[in-house]
């Protein structure tokens, strides 16, 4: 998208603090003969660019820049490398996702039956320390790709494995749980034990748990896991933060935290090894007999105890957000989503199938009409940010009748709302987003053909609803402000692969034939405001735009040097991006072997 000149006002004050930073003394660091985006107001690209005390002082050519270069400057030659703001990651679950990386994990891999057992009793042989008692957790599970296309999972599938442990599978969507016997017996799962609010325990045509567990149904279970000990949560943020390195990651939310994940942070912002700035939303939930003023109460006193106040050079902790669920997921097999018209059922057979409108439309929405406005505004008059879980058609609709109703008080001008997913949103919702200055935040990679949005998703809403899911450039030809977050660990942490998708809508070469092709006939969205939406997008959802999400004078020194263009190769080798170097502040926090 071309972006419009700024005024002539307004480019004379930035030439003016330009030429202040510039004429003091020498840059730090000094990069040269580059390909610079800026993701500034005209996306514009440069040379050069300038650091001092951790910011950037100069962007400009490279003829500019060597007044700035003294005899203690480090001068990095980028050989026409691109460099770029640093990727700011809108939603993600980054100590879920360290944990995972030292669990037994199915890798997000689609599985028969018999690879998923094959693959848990192998984890189960390794363990040979733990008892008949403890838990065997078992994590990303590609619940929506398991072969063939259909098939149930269900305690049974679990008990054919030889141990006497409980085990538990986790989803990697995060919405559901698979128990073994064992597992549902040690949960205390009865034919009579009631469905939680906001969850749903499956059960056969007899009335049993069939072991899985659906939303806050899950918590049967999970209540019971034995908790990360102190010194498993630092090495799970420790292998969340290197993750991050590699990718590029210089910002991140944590959408649903708890302090004992603050506290791990905490403890390695405090030893100097934060290496990405971090902001966390805490759990708004009203379903334990919490009222929004006694939840919000309950926020503030997190937000004293770890915000660490306003931004600044060094990586820190912000605690400016508010999670709240609405809905659970659109796909097969959770049907969670809340969805404004019924999903499909197959009447027919599976030969000659006939898809009609089923009994229901997903679950009553989490919050209330009633309990969701008044949370919105005990959240706006705390001065914190609310970010919306929403995946149905219905779940965005109340989400953005709430924040209408919100924009009409004093306190609810100045709130900046994001709603995380809208995997399906009813078209006559596109344009409130921009009308009601909403920023969707959008994973890009869940727009390909795969399990969970072809097998999963397509029979269900039926021809006219599927052909908008995953509606990324409709909410921007609308004028929404599109973020983007990878909710990782629901998929593996590949921002590369997200942003290829996001231009796209394709899968990977390799995804297997019935994948192949775009996902619906929906276009891409254009490569210059995929950047935008994780880097200056992003940082306005956090309120970050003045420090950082673009490459200008002033701005925090946050930044990443790129081994390819991402404008000039194909689209799909996006996918292939590799980040050579990544700054945070103006320090390296990670290089690669191949950045000379």
């Not at 950037?56 to 050519?61: A, E, L, N, R």
């Not at 799970?236 to 990718?247: E, G, N």
């Not at 902790?317 to 659970?328: I, N």
Request: one cysteine or more; proline letters at 7%; glycine letters at 8%.
């Amino acid at each position: 998208m071309i972006r419009t000149g700024l005024p002539a006002a307004l480019i004379l004050t930035l030439s003016l603090i330009t030429t202040a930073y510039a004429a003091d003394k020498p840059a730090d660091t000094v990069y040269r003969n580059g390909y610079v985006y800026t993701v500034d107001a005209k996306d514009s690209v440069q040379q050069a660019l300038a650091v001092r005390g951790g910011r950037i002082v100069y962007v400009g050519d490279n003829d500019g820049v060597k007044a700035l270069t003294g005899k203690k400057t480090e001068v990095i030659d980028l050989q026409g490398r691109m460099l770029m703001p640093g990727l700011i990651d809108g939603h993600m679950h980054p100590q879920s996702g360290g944990s995972r990386l030292l669990n037994c994990s199915l890798n997000y891999e689609p599985l028969t039956v018999a690879q998923f057992q094959s693959r848990i009793q192998t984890c189960l042989d390794r363990d040979k320390k733990s008892g008949p008692e403890r838990w065997m957790i078992v994590v990303n599970w590609f619940q929506q790709g398991m072969l063939p296309d259909g098939v149930d999972t269900t305690a049974a599938t679990l008990d054919a494995l030889k141990t006497d442990r409980p085990i538990i599978v986790r989803s990697s969507f995060g919405h559901s749980a698979l128990l073994n016997t064992k597992g549902v017996q040690t949960a205390k799962i009865t034919r009579d034990t009631p469905d939680p609010a906001g969850g749903k325990i499956t059960r056969d045509a007899k009335g049993n748990a069939t072991g899985l567990l659906e939303d806050a149904a899950q918590d049967l279970a999970m209540n019971l896991l034995p908790p990360l000990t102190v010194a498993e949560n630092l090495a799970a943020s420790k292998a969340a933060l290197a993750a991050m390195r590699q990718q590029g990651i210089t910002t991140f939310l944590d959408a649903y935290t708890d302090p004992e994940t603050m506290t791990a942070f905490t403890d390695l912002q405090k030893q100097g090894k934060l290496t990405a700035r971090a902001h966390f939303a805490v759990l708004i939930d009203l379903d334990k007999g919490a009222t929004p003023q006694s939840a919000v109460a309950e926020l503030l006193k997190q937000q004293k105890q770890f915000d660490q106040g306003p931004t600044r050079v060094a990586p820190s902790m912000q605690v400016r957000h508010a999670k709240l669920f609405m809905d659970g997921v659109i796909s097969a097999p959770a049907f969670t989503g809340a969805m404004i018209e019924p999903y499909l059922t197959n009447k027919g057979t599976p030969e000659k199938p006939d898809w009609q409108p089923g009994p229901h439309n997903g679950p009553p929405s989490y919050f209330t009409p009633e309990a969701l406005r008044t949370t919105l505004k005990e959240l706006a008059r705390a001065h914190i940010d609310p970010h919306i879980h929403v995946d149905g058609d219905r779940a965005v609709r109340e989400s953005l009748d709430a924040i209408e109703d919100l924009r009409a008080t004093p306190e609810g001008k100045r709130v900046r709302p994001a709603l995380a997913h809208d995997e399906i949103v009813d078209p006559a919702d596109y344009p409130r987003f921009a009308q009601l200055d909403v920023t969707p935040v959008l994973s890009f990679q869940w727009a390909k053909p795969a399990p969970d949005t072809v097998g999963a998703l397509k029979d269900y809403m039926g021809p006219r609803r599927y052909a908008v899911v995953e509606p990324q450039a409709l909410l921007l030809n609308a004028g929404a402000r599109i973020a983007y977050g990878s909710d990782w660990p629901v998929d593996p942490l590949d921002e590369w692969f997200a942003l290829k998708v996001g231009v796209t809508r394709t899968a990977a070469p390799d995804a297997g034939k019935e994948y192949a092709g775009r996902l619906t006939a929906q276009p891409g969205m254009p490569r210059a405001e995929v950047l935008r939406a994780i880097t200056l997008n992003a940082a306005y959802t956090l309120r970050q735009e003045k420090d950082s999400g673009s490459l200008e004078v002033g701005k925090l020194a946050d930044m990443i040097v790129l081994d390819r263009n991402f404008f000039t190769i194909p689209a799909e080798d996006i996918a292939n991006i590799k980040v050579l170097l990544t700054v945070v502040g103006g320090k390296i926090v990670y290089q690669s072997k191949f950045m000379r």
